[in-house]
């Protein structure tokens, strides 16, 4: 079945870096797009951005387009999140998430983000 | 493109029937999903297109609407049901949330 399996939860100290994997299987890695989304304590969900993995185009919401980079691995089907210069507002689970297909007739994103990774806890402290 | 939400929360009973609203800042085709988050857990998609629903979830759920006005409905509220909702517009760049729903036992 496909699966999205996220690495371990982290704590950073502020002004450092972190980089969330998410390792995709029993699907074609390249027929989807992956996008991020993260969810502070008590908070909604907010999207990050989005990588195509077919042709490594990105796209980056303009709060983390200074700060993230999103980038891919095809050969072992795993899709990186990593950001920079850390602050405690950082402090969130992050989530990867597969959607966006090129399919005749419909548009990219048809049928929403169908398959969530189990997400990871990024806390920022000192 | 803001996704308005309401309400924020409601408290309702097994059995009951919930709506929850989503109305867009500019129109975005049908271009919506509607997902559930229990605590803890990653969101789970229910409808997308804004009114199919996705290939598992229980026929008491179901989305309508296009343009800027959508709604999800639960028939029958069951105890599994109370979790918080969100919208998701798929139609441009940024790809932005509603602020949520929570869903609360009466």
């Known amino acids: 079945q496909v699966q999205l399996v996220q690495s371990g939860a982290g704590v950073k100290r502020p002004g450092a870096s972190v980089k969330v994997s998410c390792r995709t299987s029993?699907?074609?890695?390249?027929?989807?797009?992956l996008s991020w989304v993260r969810q502070a304590p008590g908070q909604g969900l907010e999207w990050m951005g989005w990588?195509?993995?077919?042709?490594?185009?990105?796209y980056y919401g303009q709060k983390f387009q200074d700060r993230v980079t999103l980038s891919t691995d095809t050969p072992t089907t795993t899709a990186y999140m990593e950001l920079r210069n850390l602050r405690s507002d950082d402090t969130a689970v992050y989530f990867c998430?597969?959607?966006?297909?090129?399919?005749?007739?419909?548009?990219?994103?048809?049928?929403?983000?169908?398959?969530w990774g189990q997400g990871t806890t990024v806390i920022v402290s000192s | 493109i803001q996704l308005t939400q309401s309400p924020p929360s409601l408290s309702a009973s097994v059995g009951d029937r919930v709506t929850i609203t989503c109305r867009a800042s500019?129109?975005?085709?049908?271009?919506l999903a509607w997902y559930q988050q229990n605590p803890g857990k990653a969101p789970k998609l229910l409808i997308y297109?804004?009114?199919t629903l996705q290939s598992g979830v229980p026929s008491r759920f179901s989305g309508s609407g296009s343009g800027t006005d959508f709604t999800l409905t639960i028939n029958s509220l069951q105890p599994e049901d109370f979790a918080t909702y969100y919208c998701?517009?798929?139609?441009?760049?940024?790809?932005?949330f509603g602020g949520g729903t929570k869903v609360e036992i009466k």
């Open positions: 990588i195509g993995p077919y042709n490594g185009n990105t």
């Open positions: 029993g699907y074609t890695f390249t027929k989807y797009g």
């Open positions: 500019q129109g975005i085709n049908s271009y």
């Open positions: 998701q517009q798929l139609d441009s760049y940024p790809l932005t």
């Open positions: 998430a597969r959607g966006g297909t090129l399919e005749p007739g419909k548009p990219y994103y048809y049928y929403g983000m169908d398959v």
């Open positions: 297109a804004a009114s």
